[in-house]
């Protein structure tokens, strides 16, 4: 049972002892801690920068809290200093050292006064003239106020660590990438990716800026973390640049090719487009043999040669000649495209063109093997299958070559092969 005025069971010697040895390993731990925080590096940067935003508002909250801090843990290491000083006084302590340790140790025997030294009222609650504490009590207090100072220094430094360096080496790239840019002709005014390159020249200037003055508003908390640093820096826009540098630079290697190898793609242009245009003249070539020879056969018209495609040609010739590469590239991609299509289109005509001339040499292939066949088995004589050969052979053979009877006349033919060789086995050998 404890006395009057005690906080619960007086203590005895050894709780006494063994209070004080942790008291004292608490106190070790949070003198070191708050010598960490005094060393940060984030934290000397934070003293020395010009902040703005989020950033200058936390961190004028957070000075006061340190500040706060350094005052409990002062009046912390006071009341624990008295404690082992009453503690020392006697080996065998007396009845009433242990209740007044009892309750310098268990009760709210620490008085901290300076309530104008209190950080903000929504860390603390309202501002004070004094307050009481256990150490217990006091110990956590500094623990919650320690937690968020460090989250405040330890998260502008992550920020400060992973941007600003890495929006350096970004700029020095965008400074090779306008260098080279300008050397083939791509320049704000001129070309879509010269304006670009400002445009992304300003963003990091300005992200930069805003990264060094004001960290906190690139940070992402972790969801459901509490330990101090928790989450991410907040890397979109700086994303959203490097990528579009990126695309401008493969451009911009893109346009380099084209310096190197415009020659050769414009000779191969060229070559391709005249295969296109040889094409499309035998394609009108077999379209009057087709029309000469075949009759009541609809053949499609062909079209002439792609002059659009030659004057474009002509066009990138002369930005070759004009040292026009930022021109010059986007034409000769397209140009390639357009002249493969081009030769594909011919070839197709070329093919539907001549189509009727295909189908009546099958024609006359399927009769001759026939005529072949019919031979071996030694039907060559017969009648019937002469007159139906004859027939079907001076519809393949004169021109024009209706190819719907003259089809009609080889399956005729066929037939009578059938019928002439499914007869009895005879001189002739096996049935067809």
């Known amino acids: 049972m404890g006395v009057a005025g005690t906080p619960g ?3 005895d010697r050894d709780e006494v002892d063994r209070a004080l040895a942790r008291l004292g390993a608490e106190h070790k731990a949070i003198e070191d801690s708050l010598l960490a925080l005094q060393d940060h590096a984030g934290r000397r940067l934070l003293e020395g920068a010009e ?3 989020t950033t200058r508002d936390r961190w004028q909250s957070t000075e006061r809290t340190i500040t706060l801090l350094w005052t409990y843990f002062d009046a912390y290491t006071g009341a624990l200093s008295e404690a082992r000083e009453l503690r020392a006084r006697r080996r065998w302590s007396s009845r009433e050292d242990l209740e007044e340790l009892t309750e310098r140790l268990r009760g709210e025997s620490v008085l901290v006064s300076g309530g104008a030294q209190h950080p903000a009222p929504s860390i603390t609650g309202s501002a004070r003239l004094s307050e009481r504490f256990t150490l217990e009590r006091l110990v956590e207090r500094m623990n919650e106020l320690y937690a968020s ?4 220094v330890v998260t502008a430094d992550a920020v400060w660590s992973a941007l600003p360096a890495r929006i350096d080496l970004l700029a020095a790239e965008l400074g090779r990438t306008r260098s080279l840019a300008h050397s083939v002709g791509v320049r704000p005014g001129e070309h879509p990716a010269g304006d670009e390159l400002e445009s992304i020249t300003a963003e990091l200037t300005a992200l930069r800026a805003q990264v060094v003055t004001d960290p906190l508003s690139f940070w992402r908390p972790a969801m459901g973390s509490s330990a101090p640093g928790g989450g991410r820096p907040d890397t979109e826009r700086y994303d959203r640049a490097a990528r579009a540098l990126e695309d401008i630079r493969r451009e ?3 346009v380099l090719a084209v310096r190197q190898d415009s020659e ?5 242009l060229r070559d391709v487009l005249s295969r296109a245009d040889r094409t499309l003249a035998e394609a009108r070539a077999a379209r ?6 075949i009759a009541a056969s609809e053949v499609p018209a062909v079209s002439g040669p792609p002059t659009v495609l030659q004057e474009r040609l002509s066009t990138a010739a002369e930005y070759r000649r004009h040292a026009q590469w930022h021109r010059l590239s986007p034409l000769l991609e397209s140009l390639e495209r357009e002249a493969e299509d081009e030769l594909l289109r011919a070839r197709e005509s070329l093919t539907a063109v001549t189509a009727p001339l295909a189908v009546r040499a099958e024609l006359r292939g399927r009769l001759d093997a026939y005529k072949a066949k019919v031979a071996r088995l030694g039907a060559a004589e ?4 002469i007159e139906r050969y004859d027939a079907a052979r001076r519809m393949l053979w004169s021109a024009p070559c209706d190819l719907r009877v003259a089809e009609q006349a080889v399956l005729r033919y066929q037939q009578a092969a059938a019928e002439v060789l499914s007869g009895p086995r005879d001189a002739r050998g096996s049935q067809w």
């Open 252 to 254: 911009i290697e893109a």
């Open 9 to 11: 069971p007086v203590m």
């Open 51 to 53: 902040l703005t935003g």
């Open 149 to 152: 100072s460090l989250d405040m």
């Open 288 to 293: 009057g043999e087709v029309l000469a020879k």
């Open 382 to 385: 017969d009648p019937l299958l």
């Open 264 to 268: 050769e793609r414009l000779l191969r």
